[in-house]
């Protein structure tokens, strides 16, 4: 991680524990961090679930830590210590954190996905909501949730469809952004409770991105 001190977005979020506020809201540059360092989409999942776990647990009790991003990517990072051993090689070193965020969202609102697994793509993998969270956000059964995450990894399995910075060609970068922007409205315009809360973190992780 890059060291810098947490910013979280406060405004317009008391409907969260701030826990899991400032879990959400370090979300987006830990997961594309290390999905740029793993490789994998489900790999990277699979130990920032962990790391939600972990936190939940351990800042509820004890408070957030004073740099949470770090203590995220740790928790996360141990997780996959043993896939990474019997891999081999060195992980791909991150890029710079708006590098990653532009990429993050690039790549979870790329073509190849529909506007609704966009949605969620965006929901899991930028904001850090749980399947079952954003099956209660969007307000549809949790199977149909699941079968959207389901698409989205074997999606970006396929050659081409991995991590991927934004396009620099004119047409496909205003075509990306423009994909990102409505995954972000579809996330304020959902019918749960956190809605807004949820919107806020997204908006403010794009403009982020797209501010450098």
Known sequence: MDGRPARVVTEGMGAIEPALRVFRTEH????????????????VEAAMADAYLAAMAAWGSAGVPQNPTSWMATVAMSATTSVLSRRGG???EPGSPTDELRALFATCCQPALGPGERTVAVARAVVGLMPSEIAALLGVPDPQVHQALTQIKKVLRQPGHGLAALPTEAAPRAERVQAAEAAVAALAAAPGREAAEVAAIARA???AALAG
């Open 28 to 43: 987006a540059h830990v997961f594309a961090a290390l999905w740029r360092r793993l490789g994998e989409f489900d790999l």
């Open 90 to 92: 060195e992980p791909t």
């Open 205 to 207: 992780r794009l403009d």
